[in-house]
């Protein structure tokens, strides 16, 4: 597995998501920049709401992501350390434990994901 995630479609395949961090390196999310140079651990369920975002379920660092159009990541759901906790917490702080599949609806301007 190369740990990259990406899109297929007839005109072509697109990879959006870099391979994970080397060890010894600082593991970095690249939150706000370029989805091609984010660091992912296992990837693994993808939701994708055409034509616009794609949402990623990064298994091995606890979180959530979202791709935009213009191909700009950010983690929308976790703060990487794997527990079950968050009830209370903005989305950002809340702890996942290897997040598997994703699934997203919005409602009433709210965001609603569903991971397992």
């Known amino acids: 597995m190369n740990n990259r995630s990406g899109i297929v479609n007839p005109q072509a395949y697109s990879t959006f998501a870099a391979p994970e961090p080397q060890p010894g390196r600082a593991n970095t999310f690249n939150d706000g920049g370029l989805a091609i140079n984010a660091l992912m651990r296992l990837p693994s369920g993808v939701f994708v709401i055409p034509p616009a975002n794609v949402y990623i379920a ?21 703060d990487s350390y794997g527990a079950f906790l968050g009830d209370t917490l903005p989305a950002i702080n809340a702890e996942l434990h290897a997040p598997t599949d994703v699934w997203v609806r919005f409602l009433r301007q709210h965001l609603y994901c569903r991971f397992r």
Request: glycine fraction near 14%.
């Open 58 to 78: 990064d298994t091995g660092d606890n979180i959530i992501r979202k791709v935009t159009p213009n191909g700009i990541i950010n983690t929308i759901v976790g």
